[in-house]
Nanobody, 126 residues
Framework: QVQLVESGGGSVQAGGSLRLSCEASGDTYRNNWRGWFRQVPGKEREAVAS??????????YYANSVKGRFTISQGNAKNTVYLQMNSLKPEDTNMYYCAAGVLDGSWYSARSYGYWGQGTQVTVSS
């Protein structure tokens, strides 16, 4: 079992920045992929970014809609993952969820992750 807690959401104006944090506990050694997804009510969860928690490889993936604006990274404590969001747009407004798993599928598929946090709200005003 893995427990995930997100923080860092809030309200900003377009062009602003936020940094989301995801702190994991439990069986984190095996579940060493971390993903950020976002979702609005009534729609499917959309992949934002993913990272493999191995500093030797530094494997990351990004959705085209956030490339060049968002950065996923691992904290000094391996159990913490960040999502730095710059140049935010109103269409980035969403509930953002942290996910963990062994990635038994595509990085952008929610089904590839076995554990989820409760989410943190990001609101970007124009």
């Amino acid at each position: 079992q893995v427990q995930l807690v997100e923080s860092g959401g809030g309200s900003v104006q377009a062009g602003g920045s936020l940094r989301l944090s995801c702190e994991a506990s439990g069986d984190t050694y095996r579940n060493n992929w971390r993903g950020w997804f976002r979702q609005v009510p009534g729609k499917e969860r959309e992949a934002v970014a993913s990272i493999y928690l191995d500093t030797r490889n530094g494997i990351t993936y990004y959705a085209n809609s956030v490339k060049g604006r968002f950065t996923i990274s691992q904290g000094n404590a391996k159990n913490t993952v960040y999502l730095q969001m710059n140049s935010l747009k109103p269409e980035d407004t969403n509930m953002y969820y942290c996910a963990a798993g062994v990635l038994d599928g595509s990085w952008y598929s929610a089904r590839s992750y076995g554990y989820w946090g409760q989410g943190t709200q990001v609101t970007v005003s124009s």
